[in-house]
């Protein structure tokens, strides 16, 4: 009987990180997203929001792919490991998101961010076109834009799915960041 109870306590908690790693990897995205386009909007004087500016709408469905459904799927799939036993049980007033999981959702949406802007604002001269086409090299430039946005986002994926002891937590002393 003490095993069942363990057992439901364990995944329990494994259910609370799950939930914690999903939202963390969420709300990264639609920061780094929602900088972008305001950014966007403000130099270019388009207003990107309404259609995202650099997506397609069949971009927009690969987009909510990877940022729903896989993020879902890899998040919430993760089964309990015996390391959660070890952590301190969580009251009722504790924040979903703690201050560490602000701190990496903030510094992994900046580093999104300049990389985009980077491309956007620099990736015709970065990709040196061959020819003075303008609209294929928009064309390229904003693929290019796409393509490190879905890259940026499976790696946050991979870095939120972590093997470290919980992402979500304080390191331990002997783990160097």
């Known amino acids: 009987m003490i095993v069942q109870v363990g057992k439901v306590v364990q995944w329990g908690r494994s259910v609370y990180a799950n939930i914690q790693k999903f939202i963390h990897f969420q709300l990264t995205v639609n920061v780094a997203a929602l900088i972008i386009n ?16 650099f997506f397609s709408r069949l971009e ?11 993020g879902a799927l890899a998040l919430a799939t993760e089964t309990p490991t015996d390391h959660l036993m070890h952590r301190p049980p969580v009251g009722r007033r504790e924040p979903l998101v703690t201050n560490i999981m602000w701190r990496n959702l903030l510094l992994q949406a900046v580093y999104q961010v300049s990389v985009l802007l980077v491309l956007n604002f620099h ?4 990709l040196g076109p061959k020819d003075d086409n303008h609209d294929e090299a928009n064309k390229v430039k904003d693929t290019l834009i796409f393509d490190a946005f879905v890259l940026c986002q499976v790696s946050l994926l991979l ?3 972590t093997t470290r002891p919980s992402y979500t937590d304080a390191p331990p002393a002997h783990y160097t960041l």
């Open 159 to 161: 870095c939120v799915q």
């Open 123 to 126: 990736g015709k001269s970065l």
């Open 60 to 70: 927009l469905v690969w987009v909510n792919l990877i940022m729903d459904t896989l």
């Open 38 to 53: 305001v950014v966007a909007a403000i130099s270019s004087g388009d207003v990107p929001l309404n259609a995202l500016q």
